[in-house]
């Protein structure tokens, strides 16, 4: 059956000014999890330093916000993109309680003297940097987060989260190693991404020129 020629441009799929559906509103599930991750920061860190900073039931506390924060970090962005939740805040918010929670974490650690300095500089040097590099070719492109990136901050919360534990024996030198190991991912997929960053902004270079 054809239409009429009254019938509303919105109603026709795929013709310039038709309705575009509306942008999820701030006040959704995700980003709830993303504000709650947020409001776990300053928590944490205090469960962390009371009795002392070296209480074992209040580090056990601590662990236990730290782990809720964690688990808020792996669900937010999934049911953001799977509900048709995805808004600005979202975007903005989320990278920040990501690196808020982590960075309280290795800081607050290395001040306890339970974490060497100079895994929180460059773990932090590394965020920081990696950050900056996005905002230097977005205007290229955008760097996907990488598999080896995702493998870096599940080691990374898992060790940091055994160091907020106060263990012993083996468990002690396993929590070392993982360390060790999320150190190296953090380095190894830091230079990954500086090469998809060169590449990027030369591709994007090179098209520039070649469209003058």
Do not use: C
């Not at 060497?116 to 950050?131: C, D, S």
């Not at 919360?157 to 993982?178: D, E, H, K, N, S």
């Amino acid at each position: 059956m054809t239409k009429g020629p009254g019938a509303p441009a919105a109603a026709r799929p795929g013709r310039p000014g038709a309705a575009t559906p509306p942008q999820a509103g701030i006040w959704n599930i995700a980003n709830m999890l993303t504000m709650l991750r947020l409001l776990l920061v300053p928590v944490f860190v205090l469960l962390l330093f009371a009795g002392g900073g070296h209480d074992p039931k209040w580090r056990a506390v601590a662990w236990a916000s730290f782990a809720i924060a964690m688990i808020t970090d792996l669900f937010d962005g999934e049911i953001a993109r799977r509900k048709g939740l995805v808004t600005d805040f979202g975007k903005i918010a989320d990278p920040i309680a990501d690196k808020a929670i982590m960075g309280s974490a290795l800081v607050s650690l290395s001040v306890l003297g339970d974490l060497p300095w100079w895994v929180t500089v460059v773990i932090l040097a590394r965020e920081l940097g990696i950050t900056l590099l996005r905002f230097w070719v977005i205007r290229f492109g955008v760097i996907p987060a990488s598999r080896g990136g995702k493998l870096k901050t599940l080691t990374q919360g898992i060790a940091v989260g055994m160091y907020v534990l106060v263990l012993t024996g083996w468990l002690a030198t396993g929590r070392a190693l993982l360390m060790g190991l999320a150190v190296l991912l953090t380095v190894g997929t830091g230079l990954d991404y500086v090469g998809q960053a060169l590449r990027l902004r030369r591709e994007g270079l090179a098209k520039a020129r070649e469209g003058r």
